[in-house]
């Protein structure tokens, strides 16, 4: 575990709300890995391609972050100041 990862019990508290797959949409690689990506992303401002590895590849943080992004997006004023993400 990294610096600023989440630790088991912050893991526990989280995993209730995740979506549960339905066959339908592609799986998780490996769901912690990539909430700490995520996390990761979101803390430090790095460009997606500069993800360090032990967060597996760059391009599934973005897939799974982006649509989050969008909906901010198209909440309008409610959302929060700043650009998005730049994932390059």
Known sequence: MGRGDLSDAEWERLRPFLPVSNRRCGRWRDRRQV????????????????????????????????????????LGASAPAGPGPSFT
């Open 35 to 74: 909430i700490d990506g995520i996390l990761h992303r979101v803390r430090t401002g790095v460009e997606g391609r500069d993800l360090p590895e032990r967060f597996g590849p760059w391009k599934t943080v973005y897939e799974r972050h982006a649509p989050t992004v969008v909906g901010r997006r198209n």
